[in-house]
């Protein structure tokens, strides 16, 4: 069984900055697409970005694109989401995924199996 646990969330004023951590258990990352989404109340949960294993390659929503930055580190089984100049309206539970393997290009919930609890991250203005 996989365990994805994020934390690094919390309070921030608005242009702040914060680091997501995604600490994974149960079988390694290596090898897997590994995604960040968020969901604020009322809305539908979205995607934020997504690493390929070996890291090389990201993706990233065109709202986040230029601001957040995401990463991996395979041997300790780590994913991180930096967010620079947080505005109000990215205040959301942000969870991270794991891709179903295979899936080139994961941008849909469906595109990942296994999922984080989330991490509140809340942007005062």
């Known amino acids: 069984q996989v365990q994805l646990v994020e934390s690094g969330g919390g309070l921030v004023q608005a242009g702040g900055s914060l680091r997501l951590s995604c600490a994974v258990s149960?079988?390694?990352?290596?090898?897997?697409?590994m995604g960040w989404f968020r969901q604020a109340p009322g809305k539908e949960r979205e995607f934020v970005a997504n690493i390929r294993w070996s890291g090389a390659d990201t993706s990233y929503s065109d709202s986040v694109k230029g601001r957040f930055t995401i990463s991996r580190d395979n041997a300790k089984n780590t994913v991180y989401l930096q967010m620079n100049s947080l505005k109000p309206e990215e205040a959301a539970v942000y969870y991270c995924a794991r891709a179903k393997y295979g899936v080139v290009r994961p941008r849909l919930e469906e595109d990942y199996d296994y999922w984080g609890q989330g991490t509140q991250v809340t942007v005062s203005s």
């Open positions: 149960g079988r390694a990352v290596s090898g897997y697409t």
